[in-house]
């Protein structure tokens, strides 16, 4: 049972990270989103787990912080750009 809430859990992260990332590279927004922004187009999920999210994402160096703003970094940018990320 542990197992299966650990690995609920960490695709809960997964898909909150993707749906960051999706966020960030929309073309009918700002490339700047605050973290109040994202919440409510994800429907508001728990905003602990979408600081966590950012945390991550921009510790890998995929999305760019300053201060309350997020968007999507230069490399994640070529890479849509490619067409390397695809929904």
């Given at each position: 049972?542990?197992?299966?809430?650990?690995?609920?859990?960490s695709?809960?992260?997964?898909?909150?990270?993707?749906a960051?990332?999706?966020?960030?590279?929309?073309?009918d927004?700002?490339?700047?989103?605050?973290?109040?922004?994202?919440?409510?187009e994800?429907g508001?999920?728990?905003?602990?787990a979408?600081?966590?999210?950012?945390?991550?994402?921009?510790q890998?160096?995929?999305?760019?912080?300053?201060?309350?703003?997020?968007?999507?970094?230069?490399?994640?940018?070529?890479?849509?750009?490619l067409?390397?990320?695809?929904?």
């Open positions: 049972m542990q197992e299966q809430e650990t690995t609920t859990s695709d809960q992260a997964r898909r909150l990270e993707r960051i990332i999706l966020q960030t590279l929309r073309d927004h700002d490339s700047c989103w605050s973290q109040l922004e994202l919440e409510a994800l508001r999920p728990d905003p602990t979408i600081g966590d999210a950012l945390t991550r994402l921009t890998a160096g995929v999305v760019e912080r300053s201060g309350d703003a997020v968007r999507a970094s230069r490399a994640t940018l070529r890479l849509s750009e067409e390397l990320i695809a929904i």
